[in-house]
């Protein structure tokens, strides 16, 4: 990505993007396609038809027995091609996205819909408490997720999710407020 959300003379202190491991999608897309697989070769088996329709008596034109139909494995293929949109959708939302911490202010990048792109700005003097948690499974992959509380009650709160190494990210984004006069 370029830096061309940046000011002329801005400098980037810190920058994370957040890990595909955290996502929902990417979880649920695997799990579709181990499910799938598992159907796959479930019906492998001699005798199995994933669709028993009584179709049988209906023939096309050219000879094409539609009771061969129910031994396509359709089922398993679905389910296939649902759990790769998904690990898609998950690995777009994370390559997208871009959390920074600049000299001057948090920017939070990413894409929200399709080909829409969003950017959150948080400025130091509005940031009221920046807080870290990390769940049993964010130890284990070594990740966190930052909240950031701000003094807006408009937008009360923003929460960075996926953070590699978050107490070095945290301390950038302290030293930013610090810095500005803000303790």
């Known amino acids: 990505m370029q830096n061309t959300e940046l000011m002329p003379d801005e400098k980037i202190i810190s920058k994370r993007k957040p890990a595909i491991l955290i996502k929902r999608g990417l979880w649920i897309g695997l799990l579709l396609i181990v499910f799938a697989l598992v159907l796959f070769v479930f019906g492998l088996q001699p005798g199995y038809r994933y669709l028993d329709l009584p179709i049988s008596y209906l023939t096309s034109s050219v000879g094409i027995d539609l009771y061969s139909i129910g031994s396509l494995p359709i089922i398993p293929s679905v389910l296939e091609i649902l759990g790769l ?68 009650t408009a937008r009360p709160s923003l929460t960075l999710i996926g953070i590699k190494n978050p107490y070095e990210f945290q301390n950038d984004m302290l030293n930013l407020v610090n810095k500005s006069g803000k303790a």
């Open 85 to 152: 949109i998904e690990v898609v959708v998950a690995e777009l939302s994370v390559y997208f996205t871009d959390y920074i911490v600049t000299d001057r202010r948090i920017l939070i990048l990413s894409m929200r819909g399709i080909g829409s792109k969003a950017m959150d700005v948080v400025l130091p003097n509005k940031i009221s408490n920046i807080s870290m948690v990390r769940t049993l499974s964010d130890r284990l992959l070594g990740l966190g997720r930052i909240s950031i509380e701000l003094e807006e």
